[in-house]
């Protein structure tokens, strides 16, 4: 298991979490916390996703969803990742490592 830092930004209201990284930067990571999955709708680029359990350990990981897509995972685990196209590879995540967050505001 490795430990690896990333910066995000924290989605902790309902429009936020609605929005996701529809509009951000190509290069911004988005931390929000829901069970009911994701979607990618009014999205322009792909992304990766990290679900992770309660000790921010990854329990799933999904490489490259396109736009227009739906994703979904165990309701039992509800902290999400959605990170750039190609960071999970850059970074070597695998299932296993544990996430360590610094929130950006």
Known sequence: MKIIRLKAVKADNFWDKCVGLIGKDE????YLETRFGLH??????????????????????KIS??????????????????????LVSKKSIQFGDRINLKFLH
């Open 40 to 61: 990618t709708f009014g999205m322009r680029h792909i992304i990766d996703i990290l679900i992770l359990d309660k000790k921010d350990i990854v329990s799933k990981i």
């Open 65 to 86: 969803l396109s736009p227009n897509r739906f994703f979904f995972w165990k309701p039992v685990y509800y902290k999400v990742l959605e990170l750039p196209s190609g």
């Open 27 to 30: 290069n911004t990571c988005l």
